[in-house]
């Protein structure tokens, strides 16, 4: 993935690092960069994640030094000592975090002497390099999470005693995972009917508090590749053990999965674990029951093609395939994983269904997806809002799970966990019947054409 | 042909000592223009605004048979994702730049770009836009597009933006005009059978660019329309109209005066066609121009019986209003909010310039020491100001409305509603009214205080953070 790129999905490393600031309460980004860099972020980072908000200091409000020719030439340090000296005099945070752009990193500007002195004089001050040019969104999500747990020392008092019980998440990338917030409350909800105590880290009421508890967690989750160097960090500091997941988990099956091996390695009690589990199983059957008369009607079992992050589109073909009856037929990676990790995940996807190897492509160009697409032969796209124009011309269903999402609307919607899956049950079939209503409408434009009628 | 001689254009601070932050009286600021004096400040802390890059992408994203190719690290294309969602087109690339290339040049990532776009789409042209990367970094690009451009035998126009030497975004258009004036001027153009008249477009909403045209069309105006909705031959019909209009003057000011300074076409110096006054002006300064008079006149007169119970029922009277829009389209909106029997009691503008002369002298006789906002975003200082005057309503665009409903202010946006022309003055009175009516939710921001400000910063003066800029 290293050429050039048709309307990239993955935006970069400061607009990774940026959004991930913005996820955590009272975190307040500045930018050290040119003036438009922030409202990039804006417009294709997050009013394009299902036409996210500018937040509590988003959008228009991010502060950003704005550098300009004088700046290129001469350095930008002091502007940004100013920039950061008034930025706390202006906007209410309990923390900043500095993140460069290219053309201060091109430049040479030393940010670090810069918070330094912040530190000194008591703000809470921190830092990152974060340009764009060093790599994409999911990049600028690992890179600022492993210098924000770095440096959370110096912006706040952290309790390192164990608390029982006490779980983090990550690996959830905010606006790029267009349901994190959602996403983040499921697996909550969840690991809190097992009497557990879970800091999303990211979301409503997730801030500097819950930061500062983050060394004193007994387990750290991790959900995708993106949040394992900050968990491999945090078990040779702290000593705290991770699990790590390739997806996060979709539908009973999984879930229940899951639940079990984060039982098993904090040593719950089984019998409540069971019960919680049969509760659940309950309640998902249910509804899924509730499904089949449609299911069957309208012939539900696709031959799909999923395109999006490892995480999200391994999680969600797992449930579609192995619970809900749907053939796998072309997986497309987005997000740049490690040459290591594509074989891992490849294996994954090879054995979901013994009868059908789908085939496994790791690209983010649109012009490739498509052409990819217009040979797979499928009845099903599962993917983003970019994927619109080729559903459109192929003339088959588009389940939206991937970033971007431009026409549609999310606030707390997920897809993940035992709710999830049915919220994704309801969206899909919803997609799949009003494909099928809209064939009612042709045939009837065709009756109304008078050659037809003169045939008939 | 002086503007097309230059291979860059002149940033809009050189060409027509443009600033982007003022907050203070419009007759210290009409004095500096007229003593060509004009004092460039900047801001010790600063928030987010749109940049050149931004502008240029937004041009470009109206022509259709085009592909846009972002010469950069992959984020300079973001906005790609929200401009291919309201433009017409939807073809972009980033060349991708790496750590790498910015030392050792992104030659290759642009070929493949181009060749890649091209096969795929075959399309009639391809624009780079350039970036801070490339700008820094001084690549010299047009010896890849000039060898491609005769292999692929297509046009392939290099914007020569660079993100930084302007503060201000409206310099977008200069450029992405100057690119494609020089890409024309070699151009055959067939004369046409038909007499037109040229009118560009820029920012304006679809509903807006809708009404317009309806209006020219209805006085029997045939329209060369661009950049938004429009194809790159376009570009070279507009050399050979009768005139040129612009919906806003000063965004398409480069290009309006470039085609009367190289090809004798006239531009025709006009407002923003923004309720009723402004609206005939408009109409009437054209059908002058055009010889159509007559049916300029018929339609305008239709219109005054059409909109007298509107402009009766003077939905606005006693309401004090605040406007963040570009200088000529706020100071239009103003004339429509008056007429409508209400007060505009402040106004944020992204810049302001030479060009705005005019408007700063209307404000200056119409009212008594106002003060006028000169800042692209910068919500702080907007909210500073806003927590002063407390106006009754608030009327602005894309991202900048939130920051004035959570102060509690009843926001009209004219982001999607259209305002523009005589239809626009029912529209607007309509959305108008109901921000009025019901302010349950701009009540529901402020009692939740949700805005991120420092409790002191609003006991300071607005323009705390502008200083004059020492060189």
Known sequence: MEESIEASRNSCALHGAIQTIQGIEGFIPIIHSTAGCGIQQYLGGIKSSGCSGSGYSGGFAIPSSNVAEKQVIFGGTSRLREQIK???????????????????????DDIFAMTKESLEQGYPVIAANTPGFKGQVHFGYELILKSILKQLGSITTLSTEKNKGLINIFGIIPQQDI???????????????????????????????????????????????????????LEETYGTPFISLNNIPVGFKDTADFVEIVSAKLNL????????????????????????????????????????????????????????????????????????????????????????????????????????????????????????????????????????????????????????????????????????????????????????NAIL | ???????????????????????????????????????????????????????????????????IIVHGPVGCAASGLHYSQIGRNSRFYVTNLKERDS???????????????????????????????????????????????GELNIDIIPISSDGFKSRTAINGYDLVFHAIARYTRNKKVAASQEKYINLISLSENKDDLKELINLLKSIGLNLNIFPQFSNIDNFSIALKADFTAAINSNEGNYFGQLLEESYNIPFLKTKPPVGFQRTADWLNIISEATGTNDEASKVISEFKVILKNTFNEKILSDKK?????????????????????????????????????????????????????????????????????????????????????????????LNSTGIYGFNGITKFAHVVSKALK???????????KRLPYVYTWFNKSPNWYIKQEVK
């Open chain 2, 1 to 67: 042909m002086d503007l097309l001689e230059q291979k860059n254009p002149k940033t809009r601070e050189k060409r027509l000592d443009t600033i982007s932050a003022f907050l203070g009286d419009v007759s210290n600021l009409i004095e500096d223009i007229e003593k060509h004096d004009v004092k460039q400040r900047i801001r010790t802390f600063s928030q987010s605004y749109y940049d050149e890059i931004l502008t240029v992408f937004q041009a470009l994203s109206g022509i259709k048979d085009a592909v």
């Open chain 1, 179 to 233: 349901y994190w917030r959602g996403n983040l409350e499921e697996i909550k909800r969840i690991l809190e009917s097992l009497g557990l105590k879970v800091n999303t880290l990211f979301g409503n009421d997730q801030g500097i508090k819950e930061w500062g508890q983050i060394p004193s967690a007994e387990l750290n989750l991790v959900f995708s590749t993106w949040g394992l160097t900050s968990a491999q960090y």
């Open chain 1, 86 to 108: 008034n930025t706390v005099k202006v906007i209410k945070g309990d923390a900043y975090v500095v993140v460069t752009g290219c053309t201060t990193e091109l430049v040479g």
């Open chain 2, 438 to 448: 019901n302010k349950s939710l701009v009540n529901h921001f402020s009692e939740n």
């Open chain 1, 269 to 452: 009690n089984q019998d409540t674990v069971n019960e919680y589990i049969k509760k659940e199983e309950k309640y998902t059957n249910y509804y899924i029951d509730n499904i089949l008369d449609i299911y069957f009607d309208y012939n539900f079992q696709k031959e799909f093609a999923i395109i999006g992050d490892s995480s999200t589109a391994l999680g969600i073909s797992r449930f579609l395939v192995k619970s809900f009856g749907l053939i796998p037929k072309t997986i497309i990676i987005t997000d740049n994983v490690a040459e290591d990790y594509r074989q891992k995940i490849e294996v994954e996807f090879l054995s979901l269904l013994p009868s059908e190897e789908p085939t496994v492509y790791f690209i983010d160009d649109l012009g490739q997806i498509e052409d990819i697409l217009k040979i797979s032969n499928i009845d099903l796209i599962i993917g983003s809002s970019l994927e619109k124009r080729i559903s459109k011309n192929l003339n088959i269903p588009l389940q939206i799970i991937s970033f971007p999402l431009t026409d549609k609307v999310i606030l707390n919607k997920t897809y993940v966990g035992f709710k999830g899956s049915l919220t994704l049950l309801e969206d899909l079939s919803t997609e799949i019947l009003s494909f099928e209503k809209n064939k009612i409408i042709k045939v009837e434009n065709m009756m109304q054409s008078p050659f037809i």
């Open chain 2, 321 to 413: 209003v605040y406007i963040n829009l570009p200088a000529s389209v706020a100071i239009s909106v103003s004339t429509l909010v008056e007429e409508l029997g209400g007060e505009v009691v402040g106004i944020t503008t992204p810049n302001i310039d030479d060009l705005g002369k005019d408007d700063l002298l209307y404000l200056k006789n119409s009212r008594n020491n106002f003060k006028l906002h000169v800042a692209d975003g910068q919500p702080f200082e907007e909210g500073n100001i806003l927590n002063r005057i407390k106006p009754d309503l608030y009327i602005g665009n894309l991202g900048k409305n939130i920051w004035a409903a959570r102060q509690g202010i009843p926001v009209v946006s």
């Open chain 2, 103 to 149: 030392i050792m040049g992104g030659d290759s990532k642009l070929r493949h770009a181009i060749l890649a776009s091209y096969n795929r789409y075959k399309p009639s042209a391809i624009f780079i836009v350039s970036t801070p990367v490339v700008a820094i970094n001084n690549d010299e690009i047009t010896a890849i597009t000039r060898e491609l451009e």
